[in-house]
Structure formats: structure tokens, C-alpha cells
T-cell receptor, first 113, second 111 residues
Framework: ELKVEQNPLFLSMQEGKNYTIYCNYSTTSDRLYWYRQDPGKSLESLFVLLSNGAEKQEGRLMASLDTKARLSTLHITAAVHDLSATYFCAFMNYGGSQGNLIFGKGTKLSVKP | DAGITQSPRYKITETGRQVTLMCHQTWSHSYMFWYRQDLGHGLRLIYYSAAADITDKGEVPDGYVVSRSKTENFPLTLESATRSQTSVYFC??????????FGSGTRLTVV
């Protein structure tokens, strides 16, 4: 079964704290994508990770990929209220006739003062 | 305008009617996807396409039909709408290496 497990699904954290969101996927893939979604809005691309060991940073967010463990992490450093949103990871599945993108259920992050 | 556009943004339809949701992208991306987003289910893949005239079923294709005669368009048709198809529908396009951009979504209500 193709699946992506994100945890936690809900995360309430205080401003200034650090935390990590985990994304485990079920089958071999070398491409992992992170998205952000604000309430009532579309999905915004955050990171595209294309190989084992890839790491990317943007502001207070850093994403990494371990293809052997089928694990990606999204690390939040010194959280601020503006980071409150739902974060999704997705992996490229090469099964079938063509690649397709499989999403996790999302992690709803709430950053409180 | 450059980008990916979905239409309509909002749609209310009656059970049993046929509805078509439009998706248009201006980048000539090869890959296009249709997802539905429901509370508790996250994003579920309905159909996808790697190129014009090549489409494939995703996780929840029943009740939906797609076509892709031109690279830039990927319409999604609900052949006979049911209440369970009330959802927010997102179209996306992109490349494996560059990532995927999502449209602004269509909120569909079937009454």
C-alpha cells in the first residue's frame, strides 16, 4: 500500500521553540516535496528534495531527506506565529505507468505567543 | 497570465448532473494532477497525466473522467455528481525536479 505517515498530525508550540515534523513513506523514492497550506488557501511549495542526504533551508525551516530510511524531516527553529499553517509532505511514486505524487495527511501547526 | 488556473472557483450543482472542472497551465509542464481534499483524508489523487493523451487513475477515480488532448489543459468531469463528491478540488502541474504548483482550487458542493 502506498502511504505517507506524518507525525505529529497536530502540533501546538510556543514561539521561540524548536520542533521537528516527521514524514515516513512506504516505498522507494528519491524525490520528496514539502508544502504549506493556510486555511482556505491553496498549497504553496516549500522544498523539493531530490536525492539521499539532501537538505534545504528557508528561513526558520529546514528539510532533509534520507531515502534509505524513507524518511524526511521538517525542522522548525525558533518558531514564530507566522509559521502557523498545515504542512504536507509528498513523495514521487514511480509505480504504475508513470510517476505520481502521494501526500501525507498533513501536520497542523499552531504557534502560540 | 502565466501560471495555473482553475475554474470555476465555486460551484453548486445538483445530484446527477454532469460537472466539468477546468485546469489550465501556461508552462507546458508535462505532469498534471487532480486531487480532492477532504477533512480527515488529506489530499487524495484522483487522476494524473505525464503527457498529452496519457492519463492514469489515482487512488479515488470512480465517478470521474479526465482527458488531456493538449498539454496545457486537464479537465476533470464528474459524470453524474453525488453528494460524496462534495469537496475541494486542486489541480497541479510541474516537473519531477522542479516541483509542482497547485491551482487555487475549486470548491464543489453537490446538493
Amino acid at each position: 500500500e502506498l502511504k505517507v505517515e506524518q507525525n505529529p498530525l497536530f502540533l501546538s508550540m510556543q514561539e521561540g521553540k524548536n520542533y521537528t515534523i516527521y514524514c515516513n513513506y512506504s516505498t522507494t523514492s528519491d524525490r520528496l516535496y514539502w508544502y504549506r497550506q493556510d486555511p482556505g488557501k491553496s498549497l504553496e511549495s516549500l522544498f523539493v528534495l531530490l536525492s539521499n542526504g539532501a537538505e534545504k533551508q528557508e528561513g526558520r525551516l529546514m528539510a532533509s531527506l534520507d531515502t534509505k530510511a524513507r524518511l524526511s524531516t521538517l525542522h522548525i527553529t525558533a518558531a514564530v506565529h507566522d509559521l502557523s499553517a498545515t504542512y504536507f509532505c509528498a513523495f514521487m511514486n514511480y509505480g504504475g505507468s508513470q510517476g505520481n505524487l502521494i501526500f501525507g495527511k498533513g501536520t497542523k501547526l499552531s504557534v502560540k505567543p | 497570465d502565466a501560471g495555473i488556473t482553475q475554474s470555476p472557483r465555486y460551484k453548486i450543482t445538483e445530484t446527477g448532473r454532469q460537472v466539468t472542472l477546468m485546469c489550465h497551465q501556461t508552462w507546458s509542464h508535462s505532469y498534471m494532477f487532480w486531487y480532492r481534499q477532504d477533512l480527515g483524508h488529506g489530499l487524495r489523487l484522483i487522476y494524473y497525466s505525464a503527457a498529452a493523451d496519457i492519463t492514469d487513475k489515482g487512488e479515488v477515480p470512480d465517478g470521474y473522467v479526465v482527458s488531456r488532448s493538449k498539454t496545457e489543459n486537464f479537465p476533470l468531469t464528474l459524470e453524474s455528481a453525488t453528494r460524496s463528491q462534495t469537496s475541494v478540488y486542486f489541480c497541479a502541474s510541474g516537473t519531477m525536479n522542479g516541483g509542482y504548483t497547485f491551482g487555487s482550487g475549486t470548491r464543489l458542493t453537490v446538493v
